[in-house]
Each structure stands twice: as structure tokens, then as C-alpha cells.
Nanobody, 123 residues
Framework: QVQLVESGGGLVQAGGSLRLSCAEASGRTFSTFTMGWFRQAPGKGREFVARISGSGLTTYFVDSVKGRFTISRDNAKKTVYLQMNSLKPEDTAVYYC???????????????WGQGTQVTVSS
């Protein structure tokens, strides 16, 4: 299991930006894991947002955030980031980072999860 600790959530106005961070704290070899971001709004299921390969060379985003969000990682710091720009009220959710042994956008392929961080976008 990979221990993941998230930070960076908060309250912003529509059009603003936030950067979420997720640090690996278990001592595992971080670069071997695909890292993903998911979100869950009240009353809704968990939704895939973005993922990045172990090397950081390959990224993938859900259509609703393309052009606004960027995922990146610093393997030396064992940290993955989600830069969120041009935020919309529809982005309001609890955001979770997760680790997977395979390149995937399916939450069932991720076996380690962070505690979640709240992102609220006001209009």
C-alpha cells in the first residue's frame, strides 16, 4: 500500500486557480506508480479527472477539464500536483489523489488513495 497525503484545497471564486499536492509518505519507489486525480461532488459518484505515468511523460484528462487543468509530478520529491485554472462552480468537489500499478483512468485500477481535499468554487 502507498500512503498518500493531499493538500492545497480551499475556496476560490470562479475563474480562479488552485494547485493541489499529493505526497507519498510510505517510502515506496514513487516513479513506478501511475498517479491519478479523482473527484467526488455531493450526491455523485467518484469521477476521473487526470492521470500521469510514472515517468511523467504521458498525461490524460477528462474532457471537462482539458485546457484548464495540468497534472505533473516530481519524482525526486515523491509528489504529484494538479494545477487547476479557470475554475468553475462545477469543479466543486472533494479531490482525491491515487496510485495505480498500471496506466489507467479507471478508479478500480487504483489501490491506494489519499484522504481527500475539499475544493469549493463560488460563483
Amino acid at each position: 500500500q502507498v500512503q498518500l497525503v493531499e493538500s492545497g484545497g480551499g475556496l476560490v471564486q470562479a475563474g480562479g486557480s488552485l494547485r493541489l499536492s499529493c505526497a507519498e509518505a510510505s517510502g515506496r519507489t514513487f516513479s513506478t506508480f501511475t498517479m491519478g486525480w479523482f473527484r467526488q461532488a455531493p450526491g455523485k459518484g467518484r469521477e476521473f479527472v487526470a492521470r500521469i505515468s510514472g515517468s511523467g511523460l504521458t498525461t490524460y484528462f477528462v474532457d471537462s477539464v482539458k485546457g484548464r487543468f495540468t497534472i505533473s509530478r516530481d519524482n525526486a520529491k515523491k509528489t504529484v500536483y494538479l494545477q487547476m485554472n479557470s475554475l468553475k462552480p462545477e469543479d466543486t468537489a472533494v479531490y482525491y489523489c491515487a496510485a495505480s500499478p498500471k496506466l489507467s483512468y479507471r478508479d478500480s485500477d487504483y489501490n491506494s488513495w489519499g484522504q481527500g481535499t475539499q475544493v469549493t468554487v463560488s460563483s
